[in-house]
C-alpha cells in the first residue's frame, strides 16, 4: 500500500493527479506541468516535499559523525545554516544527496524520499562515537512554497521579519500560528522557503499559505512541474543523474566535496584520484538545435560514436525548447560542442550550454 502525506486530502481535494513516487501517492500535476511550472517562476506555488526523509543527529560526536558521512565541510557552518552535500559510498559512488542544517542544538538532515530508508540504514552501519539519530519523516510535514511572490505570501502571516533570513539560512518562527523552522531554500532556481513543521498542523498551514497567497494566485505544484522547474536550473536528481554507478566529481559536485577537511570522509582517497587524474565523462547541459524532446536514456553520438546518454531531459516550458542532462566523455564536454541525440531512431543535433539552462530566477544569495 502506498504511504500518503499529512497534505494528502488536499491534494484530493485540489483535483490532484496522483501517483506512485517514492513509495508514496502523491500529484503529478493539478491544472498542468506548463501552467504550473509558469506560476513558479512567475509568482508563487507551493509543493508537497513531505515525502523527503527528515533525520535529526544530535549528541556531542554529531559533528565529526556527519563530517565523515559526507563530503562537504560541516565544521563551517553557523548557527542556522544550511549545506548542500552528498553522502558517498567507499569507491566514489554517490549513497545520496541531502541538505544539512546545524540548528542550536542538533542536526537536521533532509534526504530523497526514495532513499530514505537506505539513508537510514548507512547511518547506522556507521554510528560511532557520542552521537544518536532519530528519523522523525512521519513526524513533521515539509512545505516548499516557491517564486517571486513567496515571501510577501509568507510575510503576511509570519512573526519573523523573512527579509532576515539569507539564501542557506534558517530561523525558528511561528508561522501560522505554529512554530516552525523557516528556511531560505528550494529547488526551482526562485526566491522561496521550506517549512517543517509538526505534522498534526498540516491541515492548519496549508490553509493559512492560500488564504495568504491568494491575490497572487497561488496554486499547489506537482511533481511534474517540480521536475522541469529543477531540470532548468541543472539540479541533478537522484537515480536520474546520480546514483551509486556516478561520483560527484564528473557529475560537476566537486564544489561539494572538500578533499582536504580534517577527518576525511568516506570515499575521500577515490574521489582525490578522480579529482588527480580528471574523470573520463562529464554531466553536460545540452540544448537541442530542432524542436526534438531529449528523454532520459537516450544515446549520445559524436560522428556516429556513442559518446554518452542523457540522464533527464524534457521540453523546458521558460525556453520552450528541448534540454537535457547527459554524461559525455570528457573531451567532448566543453561547452559550444555539437553533438547528437538519437531520438528514437532519427538523429537530432544538440549544443553544450553552460548552466543553468534558465538564468533569469529570483533566488536570492
Not at 533525520?55 to 548542500?84: C, E, H, K, M, P
Not at 553520438?301 to 531531459?313: I, M, P, Q, R, Y
Amino acid at each position: 500500500m502506498l504511504k500518503t502525506t499529512p497534505f494528502h486530502g488536499k491534494h484530493l481535494a485540489a483535483g490532484g493527479r496522483m501517483v506512485n513516487f517514492a513509495g508514496y501517492d502523491l500529484p503529478v500535476m493539478f491544472r498542468g506541468i506548463i501552467p504550473e511550472h509558469k506560476k513558479v517562476r512567475t509568482a508563487v506555488g507551493v509543493f508537497d516535499v513531505s515525502h523527503m526523509g527528515r533525520i535529526v543527529v544530535r549528541g556531542n560526536g554529531a559533528l565529526n559523525f556527519i563530517n565523515y558521512l559526507t563530503t562537504n565541510d560541516v565544521s563551517t557552518l553557523a548557527v542556522n545554516q544550511a549545506q548542500y552535500s552528498v553522502m558517498c559510498y567507499p569507491h566514489g559512488g554517490i549513497v545520496d544527496d541531502l541538505v544539512i542544517y546545524r540548528l542550536p542544538d542538533h542536526y537536521l538532515l533532509v534526504v530523497n524520499g526514495a532513499n530514505n530508508e537506505k539513508d537510514t540504514a548507512w547511518l547506522r552501519q556507521h554510528l560511532s562515537g557520542d552521537a544518536q539519530f532519530e528519523n522523525l519523516t512521519d513526524q513533521i510535514a515539509q512545505l516548499a512554497v516557491q517564486g517571486p511572490k513567496a515571501e510577501p505570501t509568507l510575510q503576511k502571516i509570519c512573526s519573523t521579519d523573512l527579509s532576515t533570513i539569507g539564501f542557506y539560512r534558517a530561523a525558528r518562527t511561528e508561522l501560522a500560528g505554529v512554530e516552525m523552522l523557516v528556511s531560505r531554500t528550494g529547488y526551482t532556481g526562485e526566491d522561496g522557503f521550506e517549512l517543517y513543521f509538526p505534522a498534526k498542523y498540516a491541515s492548519t498551514v496549508w490553509d493559512a499559505i492560500f488564504d495568504a497567497g491568494r491575490e497572487f494566485e497561488i496554486e499547489p505544484i506537482g511533481l511534474g512541474a517540480r521536475d522541469t522547474l529543477r531540470l532548468e536550473m541543472k539540479m541533478a536528481l537522484y537515480g536520474n543523474d546520480i546514483d551509486q554507478t556516478t561520483n560527484p566529481i564528473e557529475a560537476g559536485l566537486g564544489w561539494v566535496v572538500k578533499l582536504d577537511k580534517p577527518g576525511g570522509f568516506i570515499g575521500q582517497d577515490v574521489l582525490r584520484r578522480v579529482h588527480e587524474e580528471k574523470p573520463t565523462r562529464r554531466l553536460v547541459c545540452l540544448e537541442m538545435l530542432d524542436n526534438s524532446i531529449p528523454r532520459p536514456r537516450y544515446s549520445i553520438l559524436s560522428k556516429d560514436v556513442e559518446v554518452g546518454h542523457v540522464t533527464s531531459g524534457t521540453r523546458s516550458p521558460s525556453l520552450d525548447r528541448g534540454i537535457a542532462l547527459g554524461y559525455v566523455r570528457r573531451d567532448l564536454a566543453g561547452t559550444g560542442t555539437e553533438l547528437e541525440i538519437d531520438i528514437r531512431g532519427r538523429r537530432a543535433g544538440a549544443r553544450i550550454v553552460k548552466p543553468p539552462f534558465y538564468k533569469h530566477g529570483s533566488r536570492k544569495q
